[in-house]
């Protein structure tokens, strides 16, 4: 499964942006997924997950209540809505697809540049 990350950009703080996530084959739909992101100088992080039926989300502390995670199955497609961003969220941001829950990603994209000025 190819992973194609995209929608990142230039934005103002407290601005919103929904970057995306396509997926090359339908098994798409059978895999759990997650955003993660590095900022220059730091460890990948993980941002937010969500299950393959999109029943079960997770968020990191310090996007919850500003990041929504969710997806579309039928377009083998993941979102990822931020708003309120903050310079702070500045970082490269990736889409991961996993066959099985747990702390291993199977497949990775090529990540989308999100820049947050203050």
């Known amino acids: 499964v190819q992973l194609q990350a995209s929608g990142g950009g230039l934005v103002q703080a407290g601005d919103s942006l929904r970057v995306f996530c396509v997926a090359s084959r339908r098994t798409f739909s059978t895999l759990n997924m997650g955003w993660f992101r590095q900022a220059p100088g730091k460890e990948r992080e993980l941002v937010a997950t969500?299950?393959?039926?999109?029943?079960?989300?997770y968020y990191a502390d310090s996007v919850k209540g500003r990041f929504t995670v969710s997806r579309d199955n039928g377009k083998n497609t993941v979102y990822l809505q931020m708003n309120s961003l903050k310079p702070e969220d500045t970082a490269v941001y990736y889409c991961?697809?996993?066959?099985?829950?747990?702390?291993?990603?199977?497949?990775w994209g090529q990540g989308t540049q999100v820049t947050v000025s203050s």
């Open positions: 991961a697809g996993q066959i099985k829950s747990g702390p291993n990603y199977d497949y």
């Open positions: 969500i299950s393959w039926s999109g029943g079960a989300t």
